[in-house]
């Protein structure tokens, strides 16, 4: 139902950065705008979990393993999120997703490796 594309993914240095991004270009802002969105992540051989959380107002919720370093934010007129990622580690490394929460829609996934 919605078309989202990542972006933004890569290979760095332990304590690097990275920005995920994940648009909606072809998604009109009545649909994209009302909605939650949110970040999971996927390493091998585990469940995909919960990254990060945000409402269509701004407000925003953070797994436990990535406060203080991750930050969700939404350009609702860009109908685009973004995750920006600081002091990496290892243990974030995985495939990351974003979800539009009204229409249960992922994208692709984008890789994220962390190195030591």
């Known amino acids: 139902q919605v078309y989202l594309v990542e972006s933004g993914g890569g290979s760095v240095q332990a304590g690097g950065s990275l920005r995920l991004s994940c648009k909606a270009p072809?998604?009109?802002?009545?649909?994209?705008?009302?909605?939650?969105m949110a970040w999971y992540r996927q390493a091998p051989g585990k469940q995909r979990e919960l990254v990060a959380e945000?409402?269509?107002?701004?407000?925003?919720t953070y797994a436990d393993s990535v406060k203080g370093r991750f930050t969700i934010s939404r350009d609702n007129a860009r109908k685009t999120i973004y995750l920006q990622m600081n002091s990496l580690k290892p243990e974030d490394a995985a495939v990351y997703y974003c979800?539009?929460?009204?229409?249960?829609?992922w994208g692709q996934g984008t890789q994220v490796t962390v190195s030591s």
């Open positions: 979800l539009h929460g009204n229409s249960r829609s």
């Open positions: 072809r998604t009109i802002t009545s649909v994209f705008n009302p909605s939650p």
């Open positions: 945000i409402s269509n107002g701004g407000r925003t």
